[in-house]
Nanobody
Framework: QLQLVESGGGLVQPGGSLTLSCTAS????????IGWFRQAPGKEREGVSC????????YYTDSVKGRFTTSRDNADNTIYLQMNSLKPEDTAVYYC???????????????????WGQGTQVNVSS
């Protein structure tokens, strides 16, 4: 069974950090570009980052550049999203998704991705 499972969400104060994980089962993550998305209440799902199968190129949406970093550990079949300097507007459910291609293309379009994890909640609040 092909599956993506996110973990690592939680409650953090503004300015704090969290690391999200996305672990795959049933397939090898290293063959795919992987995207991170988020969806805040009442808003559309938006792209956060995309990391290609060979790690280059990697893309970030403007609002997280310099604060978020995505990386992969192919040995553990896991993708990470390191989030620093968190802001209240980062509060959302975060999803990882497997791209149809090994390279990031049309990164922020939902239809570029074949399957999704169930999401993990991130709350940034004092």
């Amino acid at each position: 069974q092909l599956q993506l499972v996110e973990s690592g969400g939680g409650l953090v104060q503004p300015g704090g950090s969290l690391t999200l994980s996305c672990t795959a089962s049933g397939f090898t993550l290293g063959y795919y570009a992987i995207g991170w998305f988020r969806q805040a209440p009442g808003k559309e799902r938006e792209g956060v980052s995309c990391i290609s199968g060979n790690n280059e190129p990697t893309y970030y949406t403007d609002s997280v550049k310099g604060r978020f970093t995505t990386s992969r550990d192919n040995a553990d079949n896991t993708i990470y999203l390191q989030m620093n300097s968190l802001k209240p507007e980062d509060t959302a459910v975060y999803y990882c998704a497997a791209h149809r291609l090994p390279q990031c293309r049309n990164n922020w379009a939902l239809h570029s991705y074949d399957f999704w994890g169930q999401g993990t909640q991130v709350n940034v609040s004092s």
